[in-house]
């Protein structure tokens, strides 16, 4: 899954980092959009991994997620969550 995150000045990354359940393969902080609108800044980029979409679906309707989604919902500002099916590296752009 690739997340896109923009945090609220006042909740910022604490609150949003206290109910991520899977591994994460990939983080980094961009800098600068270079194509798309220039609206969309974001403050996080990260690619999670799960290890089936059964995974992510337990883990979404889980009781304990759900209490702790409150506070990610307080965090962000607005985000983009994309499933990917992954390939195999250097396997270009097709």
């Known amino acids: 899954m690739l997340n896109l995150v923009r945090y609220r000045e006042r909740a910022g990354r604490t609150a949003d980092d206290?109910?991520?359940?899977?591994?994460?393969?990939?983080?980094?902080?961009?800098q600068l959009v270079l194509t798309g609108p220039a609206d969309e800044a974001w403050d996080t980029a990260f690619?999670?991994?799960?290890p089936?979409?059964?995974?992510?679906?337990?883990?979404?309707?889980?009781?304990?997620?759900?209490?702790?989604?409150?506070?990610r919902?307080?965090?962000?500002?607005?985000?983009?969550?994309?499933?990917?099916?992954?390939r195999e590296a250097g396997a270009g752009f097709a």
């Open 18 to 30: 206290r109910h991520v359940g899977s591994s994460v393969i990939w983080s980094g902080a961009p």
């Open 47 to 50: 690619v999670a991994l799960y």
């Open 52 to 71: 089936n979409a059964l995974a992510f679906l337990e883990m979404v309707t889980d009781p304990a997620y759900r209490l702790a989604v409150v506070h």
């Open 73 to 86: 919902q307080a965090a962000v500002a607005t985000s983009r969550l994309i499933r990917c099916d992954p």
